[in-house]
T-cell receptor, first 111, second 114 residues
Framework: DQQVKQNSPSLSVQEGRISILNCDYT??????FLWYKKYPAEGPTFLIS?????DKNEDGRFTVFLNKSAKHLSLHIVPSQPGDSAVYFC??????????FGTGTRLTIIP | DAGVTQSPTHLIKTRGQQVTLRCSPK?????VSWYQQALGQGPQFIFQ???????QRGNFPDRFSGHQFPNYSSELNVNALLLGDSALYLC?????????????FGSGTRLTVV
């Protein structure tokens, strides 16, 4: 039962362009959504979150959009930089308890 | 300010053995969660500890057990190891009620069962 899905295992984007990472979920009870970035041999690092009552949250180069009717969220990175190359996980939270993760998308920024 | 510290970083065990992994949470955090990340997958929730008690548990067998100490540090124990237990084990800490701001993860313990 995969409640959080990231259907693109990998994505390549030119440096300076926009990177868009997508995530779908099935459980309408989730009340927060979070994005994590993971480098090899390191733990996931929190990037940005959004409450289910919002449709957009922005932090510097990172913006997360939430479409509740479609049960879809996306992370936009503008402009993309070489240091953004990593695996990105979408995660969902219900009641300040466990995080439910997607399978991740490997983002490669091409110089 | 140290983040989440996990030990050891790597471990090789034989099938049937028992293993203990350790985690020290970020300063100021009181809640510790454990996740298992298999190759090519997202982290899967094992259990969460708060006030030295297991608050919630994921879909893992009783071979997986844990403990939280008064200083908020935590241990994950796995008995009767199977080959399928080979994974990266991640510890995450947070302050109760603030997990929507993002758990802080350690770098993990890579467990290999042979």
């Amino acid at each position: 039962d995969q409640q959080v899905k990231q259907n693109s295992p990998s994505l390549s984007v030119q440096e300076g362009r926009i990177s868009i990472l997508n995530c779908d979920y099935t459980n309408s009870m989730f009340d927060y959504f979070l994005w994590y970035k993971k480098y090899p041999a390191e733990g996931p690092t929190f990037l940005i979150s959004i409450s289910s009552i919002k449709d957009k949250n922005e932090d510097g180069r990172f913006t997360v959009f939430l479409n509740k009717s479609a049960k879809h969220l996306s992370l936009h990175i503008v402009p993309s930089q070489p240091g953004d190359s990593a695996v990105y996980f979408c995660a969902a939270l219900f009641g300040n308890e466990k995080l439910t993760f997607g399978t991740g998308t490997r983002l490669t920024i091409i110089p | 300010d140290a983040g989440v510290t996990q030990s050891p970083t790597h471990l090789i065990k034989t099938r049937g053995q028992q293993v203990t992994l350790r985690c020290s949470p970020k300063s100021g955090h009181d809640t510790v969660s454990w996740y298992q990340q298999a190759l090519g997958q997202g982290p899967q929730f094992i259990f969460q500890y708060y006030e030295e008690e297991e608050r919630q548990r994921g879909n893992f067998p009783d071979r997986f057990s844990g403990h939280q100490f008064p200083n908020y540090s935590s241990e994950l124990n796995v008995n009767a190891l199977l080959l399928g237990d080979s994974a990266l084990y991640l510890c995450a800490s947070s302050r109760v009620g603030e997990s929507n701001y993002g758990y802080t993860f350690g770098s993990g313990t890579r467990l290999t069962v042979v």
